[in-house]
């Protein structure tokens, strides 16, 4: 009987210790790793018996999403897109497919705040040169008007775009990265992480518990615009989703003592102004995250406020 006793309380001292091993990553290994990708720092770090080979392959998802996207790749299917002419159906990778849909659908919720047809205009901003000028007023109205006249059509069954003009050009700026961050908790996922973050430069994705907060939850600090990176203006505790900011002091240039920032208002064709600085969405998919906050933030608290509720995701001004 003594004996019995003796295994029975050896077996429940050996489920708690268990218990407590697993609760604290377990035999899960931690491994973290850090790529330039998406013109960012791209870090993602996983617990899991083979979290390097899952990293690495989420890396390589990531990676692929990134060449198929590039605006400067001239090989990518969107600057493929971008090359033809109208009325041409291209064919693309089934995921370029999925995102345009997307952007499609957001462009509609968003009656056009969201507009991945907005390249001729964005690209007079020029972010991405050493001393950059406001195009003028007159550059404006051309590159509207080509946004105006022009749109794609998507086909899912034939896996092709069409342009209606030939001036239409495509720029996956404000939703290619949310997109790579679901593939990429995809592929953690399937390669068995259980717990992991995926953080593509400040567009955070997280999956199952945090294995070091007592109660699981990830605690994500929302970044102080134009503060040194790393000081936050609050602090969001999540269980599994996204968060994803979009944030005026992320890209942009000063000129005649004013700033010119990345996200451009589509019905102006200029840097969207309000009197916050950044929005970040809470949400479960890291794509639709990516487009709102560019989307509420182009349509201001109230009109983004609505848009934000009618796909239930939290909002944050900052
Ligand atoms: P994000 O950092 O997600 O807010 O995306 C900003 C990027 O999206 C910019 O750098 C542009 O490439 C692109 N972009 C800017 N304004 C818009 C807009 N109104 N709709 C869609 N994409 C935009
Ligand atoms: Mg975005």
């Not at 945090?210 to 040194?228: E, M, T, V």
């Amino acid at each position: 009987m003594k004996r019995l006793k003796i295994v029975f309380s050896t077996i429940i001292l050996a489920t708690l210790i268990l218990g407590l091993f697993f609760r604290a990553g377990g035999t899960d290994k931690k491994y973290e790793s850090t790529e330039f990708l998406f013109d960012t720092y791209c870090t993602i770090t996983a617990y899991s018996k083979n979290a390097e080979t899952a990293v690495s392959a989420a890396f390589d998802e990531i990676a692929r999403i990134h060449r198929l996207t590039n605006f400067f790749d001239e090989n990518s299917d969107i600057s493929r897109i971008n090359k033809a002419k109208a009325n041409e159906p291209i064919k693309v990778d089934p995921i370029v497919i999925e995102i345009l849909e997307t952007a499609l659908e957001m462009d509609r919720e968003s009656e056009g705040a969201f507009d991945v047809t907005l390249a001729p205009v964005s690209m007079l901003w020029k972010f991405d040169e050493g001393e950059p000028v406001p195009p003028t007023a007159e550059q404006i109205k051309t590159a509207l008007a080509i946004v105006e006249n022009g749109g794609i059509e998507v086909d899912a069954e034939s896996l092709t775009v069409t342009k209606l003009s030939d001036e239409t050009k495509l720029d996956l700026g404000g939703i290619a990265k949310g997109y790579a961050g679901d593939a990429a908790a995809k592929v953690l996922r399937e390669m068995g992480a259980k717990a992991a973050i995926v953080d593509l430069g400040g567009n955070i994705s997280c999956i199952g518990e945090n294995p070091n907060s007592k109660d699981g939850k990830w605690r994500i600090g929302l970044q102080k615009p134009f503060a040194p990176t790393g000081e936050y203006s609050e602090t969001v505790e999540i269980n599994e989703a996204s968060v994803v900011t979009s944030g005026t002091y992320q890209r942009y240039f000063e000129y005649g003592g004013e700033q010119y920032h990345h996200i451009i208002d589509p019905s102006t064709g200029q840097p969207s102004r309000h009197e916050f600085d950044s929005v970040t969405v809470v949400g479960g998919s890291s794509m639709q995250a990516d487009c709102l906050a560019t989307a509420v933030y182009v349509l201001g608290r109230e009109k983004g406020a609505a848009l934000a509720g009618k796909y239930g995701v939290d909002i944050y001004f900052n």
